[in-house]
């Protein structure tokens, strides 16, 4: 039996950053909570909009969203700080409801008047009403969730979220280690089998509540504050994952009575057994096992830090690099204790140079204001340390560069 059926009206569009990072099914997206300060500043600016003075130099005045877009560079089109979103999603507060999602197909216009500026949407038709969809006798179903866009392009990012882990040195003294392997192998990789040992105060019991799921790390590398030289943490090179199959144990030794008398029982240590479930190179005896922590699903709302931070790159994310471009990995030397959290946007400052001022007579030697070389995005931070996504970026950036708190 042949029937029609109009699409649910699809969220109008919202140029926000709550949309899942690709670690949570695109469905939850439009259950992440709205906190108050950025429910009151879109509130503010559903009232007039906003400057015309804040729009990009060239922002247009319509746009179709397409597949492949991403938040991020949306809102880059429109206003000149893209983290902005709740100013954004102000402007055409009066239809947006929900601020979580934007999909290809809708489409932005941008209106100004008296010097202010405010967006309204509709579908790509022009019609801006919901488009009706004939549905054939036989069972069909497309989530319109799964084809929300990202706020970032994720394949960026996803690699960061497992692979990382920054200790401090009395827990990597603590950290199980593999002592053997199956056939006297030199190299472990996927799907090989090998044994492990845990500290006096962790052993790998393998009992009911205990990790299971470990990571698999050659010897973690220190991280050194630029400026101080004070080792931050130790960055834990990843190399693969394990999973525990038996927990390490003491028996009897055999020898202990072989003459049938009661007596000393010599004890025998017997490691744990792991099987290698993943790889990265090739791990081998001696490299470390660290929990496997738990899954997150994660929400990133890039945003500038409400108080002024300061900090320095500590190191750049991946063998044999010296200098980083865009959407690369930095570590910089701020983490929770600074008040860094997942979403905050820093600015990388190139140092102005010194010349000297051929216009005065006295020849005096001046410095030239720095200048932002681009921009970063904290996704995952640590007590002292914290991993960042360059998300824009005009020359490389090195080991010791400078960050601040966006102006």
Same mark, same amino acid.
């Given at each position: 039996?042949?029937?029609?059926?109009?699409?649910?009206?699809?969220?109008?569009?919202?140029?926000?950053?709550?949309?899942?990072?690709?670690?949570?099914?695109?469905?939850?997206?439009?259950?992440?909570?709205?906190?108050?300060?950025?429910?009151?500043?879109?509130?503010?600016?559903?009232?007039?909009?906003?400057?015309?003075?804040?729009?990009?130099?060239?922002?247009?005045?319509?746009?179709?969203?397409?597949?492949?877009?991403?938040?991020?560079?949306?809102?880059?089109?429109?206003?000149?700080?893209?983290?902005?979103?709740?100013?954004?999603?102000?402007?055409?507060?009066?239809?947006?409801?929900?601020?979580?999602?934007?999909?290809?197909?809708?489409?932005?216009?941008?209106?100004?008047?008296?010097?202010?500026?405010?967006?309204?949407?509709?579908?790509?038709?022009?019609?801006?009403?919901?488009?009706?969809?004939?549905?054939?006798?036989?069972? &069909?179903?497309?989530?319109?969730?799964?084809?929300?866009?990202?706020?970032?392009?994720? &394949?960026?990012?996803?690699?960061?979220?497992?692979?990382?882990?920054?200790?401090?040195?009395?827990?990597?003294?603590?950290?199980?280690?593999?002592?053997?392997?199956?056939?006297?192998?030199?190299?472990?990789?996927?799907?090989? &089998?090998?044994?492990?040992?845990?500290?006096? =105060?962790?052993?790998?019991?393998?009992?009911?509540?205990?990790?299971?799921?470990?990571?698999?790390?050659?010897?973690?590398?220190?991280?050194?504050?630029?400026?101080?030289?004070?080792?931050?943490?130790?960055?834990?090179?990843?190399?693969?994952?394990?999973?525990?199959?038996?927990? =390490?144990?003491?028996?009897?030794?055999?020898?202990?009575?072989?003459?049938?008398?009661?007596?000393?029982?010599?004890? =025998?240590?017997?490691?744990?057994?792991?099987?290698?479930?993943?790889?990265?190179?090739?791990?081998?005896?001696?490299?470390?096992?660290?929990?496997?922590?738990?899954?997150?699903?994660?929400?990133?709302?890039?945003?500038?830090?409400?108080?002024?931070?300061?900090?320095?790159?500590?190191?750049?994310?991946?063998?044999?690099?010296?200098?980083?471009?865009?959407?690369?990995?930095?570590?910089?030397?701020?983490?929770?204790?600074?008040?860094? =959290?997942?979403?905050?946007?820093?600015?990388?400052?190139?140092?102005?140079?010194?010349?000297?001022?051929?216009?005065?007579?006295?020849?005096?030697?001046?410095?030239?204001?720095?200048?932002?070389?681009?921009?970063?995005?904290?996704?995952?931070?640590?007590?002292?340390?914290?991993?960042?996504?360059?998300?824009?970026?005009?020359?490389?950036?090195?080991?010791?560069?400078?960050?601040?708190?966006?102006?």
């Amino acid at each position: 039996m042949a029937g029609t059926s109009t699409v649910a009206a699809m969220a109008p569009v919202v140029l926000a950053f709550l949309a899942s990072f690709g670690l949570a099914p695109a469905a939850q997206a439009q259950n992440y909570p709205i906190s108050a300060a950025q429910q009151a500043t879109a509130a503010q600016v559903a009232q007039a909009g906003v400057p015309v003075a804040d729009l990009a130099p060239n922002a247009p005045d319509s746009y179709t969203v397409k597949r492949g877009d991403t938040l991020w560079g949306i809102s880059g089109l429109f206003l000149t700080s893209p983290w902005r979103w709740p100013e954004l999603w102000g402007m055409n507060m009066q239809d947006v409801r929900n601020p979580h999602l934007i999909y290809p197909g809708q489409q932005l216009f941008l209106d100004k008047k008296n010097g202010r500026a405010t967006l309204r949407t509709a579908m790509a038709d022009g019609q801006g009403e919901p488009q009706t969809v004939r549905v054939s006798p036989r069972t &069909r179903y497309e989530s319109l969730s799964d084809n929300a866009l990202t706020t970032l392009q994720t &394949r960026l990012i996803e690699p960061f979220l497992a692979e990382p882990i920054v200790t401090d040195e009395g827990s990597l003294k603590q950290a199980a280690r593999i002592v053997a392997t199956q056939e006297d192998r030199v190299m472990l990789s996927r799907g090989d &089998r090998a044994y492990a040992r845990g500290s006096l =105060e962790a052993p790998l019991s393998g009992e009911k509540g205990q990790p299971r799921s470990f990571r698999i790390f050659h010897t973690a590398v220190p991280l050194k504050d630029p400026g101080t030289g004070e080792i931050l943490g130790y960055e834990a090179q990843y190399a693969g994952k394990a999973t525990l199959i038996q927990g =390490e144990s003491l028996r009897v030794a055999k020898e202990a009575d072989k003459d049938g008398k009661d007596g000393k029982r010599a004890m =025998e240590i017997v490691p744990a057994t792991i099987d290698v479930v993943a790889s990265k190179g090739e791990a081998q005896v001696g490299d470390h096992l660290l929990p496997e922590p738990p899954r997150e699903l994660l929400n990133y709302v890039p945003r500038a830090p409400a108080q002024d931070i300061e900090g320095r790159v500590v190191s750049v994310y991946g063998d044999a690099v010296s200098n980083a471009a865009q959407s690369q990995i930095v570590v910089i030397n701020r983490g929770t204790r600074d008040g860094i =959290e997942r979403g905050h946007v820093l600015s990388l400052l190139s140092d102005g140079g010194m010349l000297v001022d051929r216009t005065d007579p006295k020849k005096p030697m001046i410095t030239l204001p720095d200048e932002r070389n681009g921009l970063v995005m904290v996704f995952r931070p640590f007590e002292r340390v914290s991993y960042a996504l360059i998300l824009e970026i005009k020359n490389g950036v090195k080991v010791g560069d400078r960050l601040s708190s966006p102006r």
